[in-house]
């Protein structure tokens, strides 16, 4: 049930945070051209979605797929209403995300040590170590800022992870004054009791509306984790990738992040206010599979287009 929230907020409009061009991309294995990476997230701008995660400022070494973050970032249109994010790992990576004039930026971390040491180098202690003066620099240039915290229930090295773990992590985060705490379902098979038991734990400590869900289907439970977390716990924004963009690296030829246009169907079909056209985001998800040359990962691609839109209903 609502836990942490006095007033309830599922009435609020759903936020999507759409991370096809930076979470997605990095996991393809081509390199998306520049202008084709500006067109998309245009396009993007338009559906009604409340953030693009547009780029990232690791090393280009690490992850060639974005090595022209800087470029896109300076040449994207910037919508009112939409926030523009970047990733960024170090000192070094906000200086860049400084210079590409972006105002949010999200750091990576995870209640498993496994899992930062093989995607960081770092321990989990080590990463926060690390975010501390990247969080002060940005905070000095009046920059939002995001922590990742990934394998929120499951690490493909140590298995189940505690919810009290993922506490422990979250509350260090906040008092390293991010903004917002992004609780990654990494590896793709929690089901909802598994979110209700971590909601359960965390939402004890922080305000519903710092907390996002990024879920990943590769077992299809991604869908019934997101109605759990926004219906019975008030979250109301959701990382999501178009056409679920970004497969999974740890199952091959399964899907990875949850499609946005099945959230925001299933979001709507369940009352929630989601100002997203889906039926745009589709058309994103047909752009991006074409470049990346497979087929999107989502029910609502395969639909014809004259039957995707659902008609929001009230709660
Ligand atoms: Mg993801």
Aim: glycine share 8%; charged share 20%; net charge neutral.
């Amino acid at each position: 049930m609502l836990s942490f929230a006095t007033h309830d907020t599922r009435r609020l409009p759903v936020r999507i945070i759409e991370v096809s061009p930076r979470d997605g991309l990095q996991h393809e294995a081509v390199f998306v051209p520049t202008a084709r990476k500006i067109d998309l997230i245009n396009a993007l701008s338009h559906t009604g979605v409340a953030e693009i995660e547009a780029g990232s400022f690791v090393s280009p070494t690490a992850i060639p797929q974005l090595a022209d973050s800087d470029e896109v970032f300076l040449a994207i249109e910037r919508i009112p209403g939409v926030t523009y994010s970047a990733l960024v790992p170090n000192e070094r990576g906000l200086e860049r995300a400084r210079a590409a004039a972006v105002r949010k930026i999200a750091m990576f971390t995870a209640a498993s040590n496994s899992f930062t040491r093989h995607n960081i180098k770092a321990t989990v202690h080590e990463s926060l170590v690390r975010f501390k003066a990247v969080i002060q620099g940005a905070k000095r240039d009046g920059m939002l800022v995001r922590g990742y915290l990934s394998t929120a229930v499951w690490c493909p090295y140590e298995g189940r992870m505690a919810p009290l773990l993922v506490l422990d992590v979250m509350l260090r985060l906040l008092d390293l004054g991010v903004d917002e705490v992004s609780l990654g379902e990494t590896v793709g098979r929690a089901s909802p009791a598994d979110i209700r038991a971590l909601l359960d734990t965390v939402m004890t400590r922080i305000d519903p509306l710092r907390l996002s869900l990024h879920v990943h289907d590769t077992y299809g439970m991604a869908i019934a984790n997101v109605l759990t977390a926004w219906g019975d716990y008030g979250i109301t924004a959701f990382d999501c990738s178009a056409g679920g963009l970004g497969g999974c690296p740890y199952a091959p030829g399964a899907s990875g992040n949850v499609a946005t246009e099945d959230v925001v169907f299933a979001l709507k079909a369940s009352g929630a206010s989601v100002p997203v056209d889906e039926a745009l985001i589709v058309d994103c998800a047909h752009q991006f599979s074409t470049l990346v040359g497979h087929a999107p990962h989502s029910r609502l691609s395969q639909i014809p287009p004259a039957r995707i839109r659902q008609p929001a209903l009230k709660v």
